[in-house]
């Protein structure tokens, strides 16, 4: 009951804070729009709780939350103006900024990598090793190669001693069919997916096996919204903090609040999603960067070839953008 209690207190002082450095002007709430990084689903529970519980309103902004069409909309989006906020992966965070696209990351989403490797025979895969002369499946985005090569080299294995196949998104379907040994897959989707069929997989997640403990998924702006209405993303930021702190604190009712967003998604699936992402602490701590952490992330991009320099970790997630949540706690 007192983290339930602590977590509300610091998502009301955060809506505080962000209101009291630049609250809603008087009249119609300011309009902004966020783009996903994906469909909707447990991960995002967070954002839709604040829609439907009023958190956005009660901050002087309405939020409009949309889908991506691609996985390249976003960063482009956020650039020409015609988005304000989207949801990146940390990854695509830092190419973008090797692009010389001023985004930053203003909030973390979830605090911990979601990319894992799951083997589909958990009985003859019990640690890395056991992959030798396997079949892995990869989705062809470098970041996929990077997880497998942390996961191969920690534990043990030469990441050369594994067959490497490009299977697109399609890690569920060709681990259940048989046609790759393991894949790297999202352990909170995926690998909550293979689970409910009935598949013994095993596991390896990546910052278990060599990759830092860093923020997954981010939400992300435009420098130039950044530096012309701090108000605006110190709202927001307020706002999406309050939705995860309730996601915590009560995950039937932000459940509630995804579902009713989206009554086509699967409650039994994305109840399912939900409670690995709770039980992993993925949320934990709400909405507060931890510098060290994304030093550790930004060496580990580059020394498996994600980005080809260390990006500047204080530009990319600015001290100004997140003090009035470090502030709340």
């Known amino acids: 009951m007192k983290r339930v209690v602590a977590l509300l207190a610091a998502a009301t002082c955060t809506a505080a804070l962000a209101a009291c450095g630049g609250g809603a002007e008087p ?35 309405d939020l409009q939350v ?22 990146l992966d940390i990854h695509d965070l830092g190419l973008a900024r090797e692009r010389h696209l001023k985004l930053v990351g203003v909030m973390p989403i979830v605090q911990r990598p979601l990319a894992a490797v799951i083997a589909a025979d958990r ?43 490009t299977i697109g998104f399609q890690a569920v379907s060709s681990l259940a069919a048989g046609k790759v040994d393991a894949a790297t897959a999202f352990w909170n989707a995926e690998g909550v997916t293979l689970q409910r069929q009935g598949i013994p997989i095993r596991e390896f997640r990546v910052d278990d096996y060599g990759a830092p403990r860093y923020p997954e998924l981010v939400l992300a702006t435009g420098g130039r919204l950044l530096s012309q209405q701090p108000s605006l993303v110190r709202r927001v930021v307020g706002a999406t903090a309050r939705g995860y702190a309730l996601a915590v604190s009560d995950p039937s009712r932000a459940l509630d609040d995804l579902l009713a967003a989206d009554p086509a998604l699967d409650r039994d699936e994305e109840a399912a999603e939900l409670r690995a992402l709770e039980g992993a602490n993925a949320f934990e701590p709400v909405a ?42």
Not at 29 to 58: C, M, S, W
Not at 127 to 152: C, E, F, I, Y
Not at 300 to 328: K, M, T
């Open 123 to 165: 009985a003859e895969v019990r640690r890395p090793s056991d992959l030798a002369g396997a079949t892995v499946g990869v989705t062809g985005l470098p970041s996929d190669d990077a997880v497998l090569d942390s996961v191969l080299q920690a534990g043990g294995l030469d990441p050369a001693g594994v067959r490497r196949v």
């Open 66 to 87: 949309r889908e991506p069409s691609a996985s390249t909309d976003a960063p482009k989006l956020l650039i020409a103006g015609r988005a304000q906020f989207a949801i």
């Open 288 to 329: 507060r960067f931890n510098r060290a952490a994304l030093a550790a992330w930004a060496r580990w991009d580059v020394r498996h070839g994600i980005l080809e320099r260390r990006p500047d970790v204080r530009s990319a997630f600015p001290i100004q953008a997140s003090s009035s949540v470090s502030a709340a706690r």
């Open 27 to 61: 009249g119609a709430p300011k309009r902004a729009t966020l783009v996903l990084d994906f469909q909707p689903n447990a991960v995002h529970a967070g954002i839709y709780a604040a829609v439907r519980e009023g958190y956005y309103q009660d901050a002087g902004v």
